[in-house]
């Protein structure tokens, strides 16, 4: 972890703490951090997944890769340098979330092992659930629903993971999900039952 800039400043602990957040949310705080190639199903297992979660009383709430670049990363590009500074800030939000004693998901790329490594070092054992959608590239490139992998084919996208940027694969992730091979209620309910057979939700 790396030091602050600024020097003059003190960790303020509040009143209220994170078990007893967890007792009035009936579930524990937990960074559910989804990986995988662009096209892989991150995003909509993600959301299905706050849904069904929502939907039974829980305390949800998902970060988008795109959505986080439009306001709290909006001054980031896709450089190896930019892409671990985004992972960076989206950890430590997360784990504000955790501590808040809520179920978080974050649908982000995050390419590279280290950056995920990271996050996972800032947390306690437990707080973060790898999950990684697996799925060809062949298969992600047929989904392309923003036409992504067609411009970085064509050289308009540089860096762009899978054709012109490496990914590095999970080596042990709590979850593996083939998105190719089972549906988004399938993988949703997989998510889901990891959850339960884990005690972060009853």
Not at 4 to 20: A, C, F, M, Q, Y
Not at 50 to 77: M, P, Q, W
Not at 116 to 127: A, L, Q
Not at 139 to 168: H, M, N
Request: with cysteine; hydrophobic share 30%.
């Amino acid at each position: 972890m790396s030091e602050p800039k600024s020097k003059n400043i003190t960790w303020h602990h509040g009143l209220v703490d994170r078990k007893e957040r967890e007792g009035r949310n009936k579930n524990k705080g937990v960074i559910l951090w989804y990986t995988g190639l662009s096209g892989c199903g991150k995003s909509t297992i993600a959301n299905e997944v706050e849904k069904k979660l929502f939907d039974s009383g829980y305390h949800v709430y998902v970060l988008d890769g795109d959505n986080i670049r439009f306001g709290l990363n909006t001054n980031l590009g896709f450089s190896p340098e930019d892409r671990t500074e985004n992972i960076r800030r989206v950890g430590e939000v997360a784990k504000l979330f955790v501590d808040a004693g809520i179920i978080v998901s974050t649908a982000f790329i995050s390419p590279y092992r280290k950056d995920r490594d990271r996050v996972r070092s800032i947390v306690e054992d437990g707080d973060m659930v790898e999950i990684f959608v697996k799925c060809d590239l062949d298969v992600c490139e047929q989904r392309d629903a923003k036409g992504l992998y067609k411009k970085a084919r064509a050289g308009e996208i540089p860096e762009f993971t899978g054709i012109s940027a490496p990914y590095e694969e999970p080596e042990n992730p709590e979850l593996i999900i083939d998105s190719a091979k089972h549906s988004v209620d399938e993988c949703t309910n997989m998510v889901v039952d990891y959850l339960k057979d884990n005690n972060y939700i009853q």
